[in-house]
């Protein structure tokens, strides 16, 4: 097996690239899809987020709701403590179904992409090694337009989520592998395609080694 860290800033194109590589034969563990299922009704996160932030980010279901909760921690006065304190609370959660979600092909020869959006801010304390880390960037400009057409967010609410993660130049000096995700679709399948074809001879060489 070989483990694939996939990044980027929001709006990037991580998702198209996750699913080009799902497509070719990858394992592609989603680490938003993740965070949404520990405060779903039911999840192990929604006590202790309720119990932090108050029953009034609950969605009346017996889970989180997701968007009072971003109000609460993107655009409150105490932003940034209260996105540490949630991410304190969510992210060992999603680490413990991640691991879980790959442990049926650790033995093989697969490639296993963690899609992480914040993998760089993350990096030192999250329980993986990755052989690869693969970069999906796109310019401010692009982002931007993508939350307002695509996810309606308003201009200043999609630059105040850049602004919340980590530079374009810290997540390069992390990165192994870089996509363009502003690129024609088609010349960004290309590049994802011959990308996927070095991981998975990468992934073939470590089964026969191990």
Not at 27 to 54: C, K, N, Q, T, W
Not at 101 to 112: M, N, Q
Not at 132 to 140: I, N, Y
Not at 177 to 199: A, H, K, N, T, W
């Amino acid at each position: 097996m070989i483990r694939v860290g996939l990044t980027g800033g929001i709006a990037a194109g991580k998702s198209t690239v996750a699913a080009r590589l799902a497509r070719d034969g990858a394992r592609v563990i989603d680490y938003d899809r993740l965070s949404h299922e520990v405060i779903a009704p039911g999840g192990p996160g929604v006590g202790p987020v309720l119990e932090r932030f108050g029953a009034d980010c609950g969605d009346g279901h017996g889970g989180v709701d997701r968007s009072a909760l971003a109000a609460r921690v993107f655009g409150g006065a105490t932003a940034d403590r209260d996105r540490k304190d949630l991410d304190d609370l969510i992210h060992p959660l999603v680490y413990d179904l991640a691991a879980k979600a790959e442990r049926p092909w650790l033995e093989g020869s697969e490639v296993v992409v963690h899609e992480v959006p914040l993998l760089t801010e993350v990096r030192s304390a999250i329980p993986f090694h990755f052989d690869k880390v693969l970069l999906v960037e796109a310019p401010s400009q692009v982002r931007i337009a993508r939350m307002v057409n695509q996810r309606h967010m308003s201009q200043s609410q999609a630059v105040e989520r850049i602004g919340s993660q980590t530079d374009s130049s810290a997540r390069r000096a992390q990165a192994d592998l870089v996509v363009g995700g502003s690129q024609p679709i088609e010349q960004m399948f290309e590049s994802v395609d011959r990308i996927y074809e070095e991981l998975k001879s990468l992934a073939q060489v470590s089964s026969h080694s191990n």
